[in-house]
């Protein structure tokens, strides 16, 4: 049981460059979540699911894009990288929407230059 | 508004030093969770807690304990004798409802320096 995988660890892109950032859970779960943590700062959403084919925005969506075709699988899409997308990126999934807690990845770092 | 407010940025204290992280929170929802996550230098996000709005119990586990209470929306969070490995970021985050399900909302987090 690997919980939530994320891959790659780091990146670098280049600005108006395309990635993907891939995540994986093997526990199951219907919700699942895209976060970003600036350096010094909280988490904030950017995207998360209920289930497969069901997806919404949340605090920061410009700049993303995301699918789930798969229970498992909930990729990130960043289309013409920017500078200000230079962060920390965390998947994370959940049972539920309920009072579940979130189970994060290790993160990805991301810089753009 | 649905948030949630860590007024302290960072706080440092001598080991065994007691220290408690304060939070407060804001809700529209009778029925809401609350949680507490911390993030040491590795970069992880580690979950410690989770309380129901419903249960007003406080909890200690450890050397860990949390005070929820409803009438000042509150849940602080308190390390007795605190340790260098406490050193981290803690957040706290509240489960919010919207169109398409729920979820998390986060504090901007306070850091925490443990000396030896």
């Known amino acids: 049981n690997a919980g939530v995988t994320q891959t790659p660890k780091f990146r670098i892109l280049k600005i108006g460059q395309s990635m993907t950032l891939q995540c994986t859970q093997d526990?199951?779960?219907?919700?699942m979540y895209w976060y970003r943590q600036d350096p010094g700062m909280g988490l904030k959403l950017i995207y998360y699911s209920v289930g497969a084919g069901i997806t919404d925005k949340g605090e920061v969506p410009n700049g993303y894009n995301v699918s789930r075709s798969t229970t498992e699988d909930f990729p990130l899409r960043l289309e013409l990288a920017a500078p200000s997308q230079t962060s920390v990126y965390f998947c994370a999934s959940s049972p539920s929407g309920g009072g579940y807690e979130q189970y994060f990845g290790p993160g990805t770092r991301l810089t753009v230059t | 508004a649905q948030k949630v407010t860590q007024a302290q940025t960072e706080i440092s204290v001598v080991e065994k030093e007691d220290v408690t992280l304060d939070c407060v929170y804001e809700t529209r929802d009778t029925t809401y969770y609350l949680f507490w996550y911390k993030q040491p230098p590795s970069g992880e996000l580690v979950f410690l807690i989770r309380?129901?709005?419903?249960?007003?119990q406080n909890e200690i586990s450890g050397r860990y304990s949390w005070n929820f209470q409803k009438s000042t929306s509150s849940f602080n969070f308190t390390i007795t004798a605190s340790q260098v490995v406490d050193s981290a970021v803690y957040f706290c985050?509240?489960?919010?409802?919207?169109?398409?399900?729920?979820?998390?909302?986060f504090g901007a987090g306070t850091i925490l320096r443990v000396k030896s």
């Open positions: 309380r129901n709005s419903f249960d007003e």
């Open positions: 526990m199951n779960h219907n919700y």
């Open positions: 985050a509240l489960r919010v409802s919207s169109e398409y399900g729920n979820k998390l909302v």
